[in-house]
């Protein structure tokens, strides 16, 4: 019940912010994804995130998660392999886990690529664009490709940005 004001779903999980700011997710939880510290128990309906908070927007891929609180900190979770958490680890991760470099984030998208890796890549307050993880065809925009990033790298050429996605 209740009223929802931003919803995104992964390839088996949901998360959701209620109107009160809170966060919840459900669904498939093998990897920590679901931010609520454990890994393997899926949860059949909506459950809080671990630490509470008040959030603004988030965004899901297959196995990991990434939101952005009201202070526009930036936190992720759940799958780590190629560094999607952005914390300068491969490192899974079972509650939200600060993105490295701090600063100040307006928009978030977390993705797949084609090979099965997953990234995520965000817009900071002054309208940059970064990526980080997995990249082997050049997902991260960073005029590399093969090298995945631990953390949020500029992607080339700079700009100002109003709106990212991922696939």
Do not use: M
């Not at 999980?13 to 498939?28: E, Q, R, V």
Request: hydrophobic share 30%; aromatic share 8%.
């Amino acid at each position: 019940g209740g009223s929802w004001k931003q919803v995104a779903s992964g390839l088996s999980h949901t998360c959701a912010i209620k109107s009160d700011d809170t966060l919840h997710c459900w669904g498939y939880n093998f990897y920590g994804q679901l931010g609520d510290g454990t890994s393997g128990t899926d949860r059949l309906v909506p459950t809080a995130i671990n630490g509470g908070g008040s959030w603004k927007q988030v965004a899901a891929s297959a196995f990991h998660t990434c939101a952005i609180k009201s202070d526009e900190s930036l936190w992720c979770w759940g799958q780590n392999s190629h560094g999607q958490l952005g914390d300068n680890s491969t490192t899974q991760r079972l509650i939200p886990t600060a993105v490295s470099g701090g600063g100040t984030w307006k928009k978030i998208a977390a993705g797949s690529s084609g090979a099965g890796g997953e990234y995520s890549c965000g817009i900071k307050s002054d309208d940059t664009l970064y990526c980080w993880g997995f990249n082997p065809n050049g997902e991260l925009g960073d005029g590399t490709s093969g090298t995945d990033r631990l953390v949020p790298t500029g992607i080339s050429g700079g700009g100002a940005w109003k709106q990212v996605s991922t696939g």
